[in-house]
């Protein structure tokens, strides 16, 4: 074996062969195995770190589990109360993997200003609300204070503040329709923090305050609520879970996973995983192909020391070998610049945010990326692996080599 090694490392070191015929195509080789892993390397890295930003978005406005009555399973309003006694709050130690249940209730409304008026929610959050959810879509201010007497402080959208011309600090009136359709409530409430999430499904709705706002409005006891959020420790078990908590529920309740309630969003998700699996075969095979080429000119060109190996009594398998570990070190320099330009491309787009997106369409402002360095082994230890099963077939062509001819061979 180190004979065939350092065979295969003078042929690739030998000045001959980087003067020859196969030294444009072994660059484009090369190149090929680099821009394929740059390209998988950032189709998984911003399709997977997408799915995760939005997922994250969905969960932070509504938990990953919803418990409600059933007159509030597919609305964003509660419009009949709910008992804040259950068995499963404020822990829920009948199911594992929770780690978070919240009680909210929603009531719709109208700010008006002295020139605009915009429909909204308003979402109605007491001392059990995590506000580490929404921290980083912070942009202003701070977060309500939730734990302390009732107050009028909310978190408003960025949007909804540029439509109604609204800033930090401001106050505005809200009107809020009685059950009962007759006449209206209003309420004084003050800005002391702006979020934008960058969904604008949300960002143009919700405004969130304290809860006890919503069950004076609706006339509601202290106890009686919209509907718990929960959430899980791992989103990849939420349908299981999900199931788990519809069973330790009682009858008079429902629970929704938001990949139920948002299925257009979860379903266009999902394309992004078809779209990833094409790139990685179309990557793969073409720097495969490339790399088969390579070979072919590579051995094609060494007919003549083929042949004088098999004089001095070097068998198939073994020759065979010396143009693998050349492939292979080829391959190695590939991968090399690939993982060196992807990854060193994935964090400038994580740390300054270059490539922007439309909200509107994707649910985010800027390309999101997800560098998890156990997918970026896998991805290299694959395509080493195809490449070098692949080229077998092509290094066959050596068993066909005759001394007699390949030494005259010029």
Not at 398 to 407: D, G, L, Q
């Amino acid at each position: 074996m180190k004979l065939e090694y350092f065979i295969a490392k003078r042929l690739i070191t030998a000045k001959d062969h980087k003067s020859s015929i196969s030294a444009p195509i072994i660059k484009i080789a090369i190149t090929a195995i680099a821009l394929g892993m740059i390209m998988m390397i950032v189709s998984i890295a911003t399709g997977i770190g997408l799915q995760q930003k939005i997922r994250q978005k969905v969960s932070a406005f509504n938990g990953h589990i919803i418990i409600s009555g059933y007159n509030d399973n597919n609305s964003d309003v509660s419009t009949k109360p709910i008992s804040i006694n259950q068995n499963f709050y404020p822990k829920f130690k009948e199911v594992e993997g929770i780690s978070h249940i919240q009680a909210v209730a929603s009531k719709d409304g109208l700010i008006r200003t002295d020139t605009d008026f915009e429909g909204i929610i308003f979402k109605g959050a007491g001392k059990d609300f995590e506000t580490k959810n929404l921290q980083e879509y912070l942009v202003e201010g701070r977060m309500p204070n939730f734990k302390s007497n009732l107050n009028e402080e909310v978190l408003i959208s960025q949007y909804l503040c540029n439509r109604l011309a609204l800033k930090l600090g401001d106050k505005f009136v809200t009107y809020f329709i009685k059950e009962n359709s007759e006449g209206y409530n209003l309420r004084n409430f003050k800005i002391v923090g702006i979020y934008n999430s960058g969904f604008q499904e949300f960002d143009a709705n919700f405004v969130i305050g304290d809860i006890r706002h919503v069950q004076r409005i609706n006339k509601w006891k202290s106890d009686q609520i919209g509907s718990f959020e929960v959430f899980v420790d791992d989103f990849t078990q939420i349908e299981s879970k999900g199931k788990e908590v519809y069973k330790e529920t009682s009858s008079t309740l429902d629970s929704q996973t938001i990949v139920d309630k948002f299925y257009y969003i979860f379903e266009w998700l999902k394309l992004f995983d078809f779209n990833i699996i094409v790139i990685l075969i179309v990557m793969i095979a073409v720097s495969t192909i490339n790399m088969v080429v390579a070979l072919l000119v590579l051995i094609l060109e060494r007919t003549q020391m083929i042949g004088i190996l098999k004089s001095l009594g070097a068998n198939n398998w073994s020759i065979r070998k010396i143009f693998l570990y050349n492939a292979s070190y080829l391959i190695a320099r590939g991968l090399l610049w690939g993982n060196g330009i992807g990854i060193g491309l994935l964090l400038l787009q994580k740390y300054f945010g270059i490539i922007k997106l439309n909200p509107e369409s994707y649910y985010v402002n800027e390309a999101p990326v997800d560098i998890n360095l156990f997918y970026i082994l896998l991805l290299n230890i694959g395509t080493v692996v195809i490449c070098l099963v692949v080229l077998l077939i092509p290094s066959y062509i050596i068993t066909k080599i005759t001394p007699s001819k390949s030494i005259r061979f010029e």
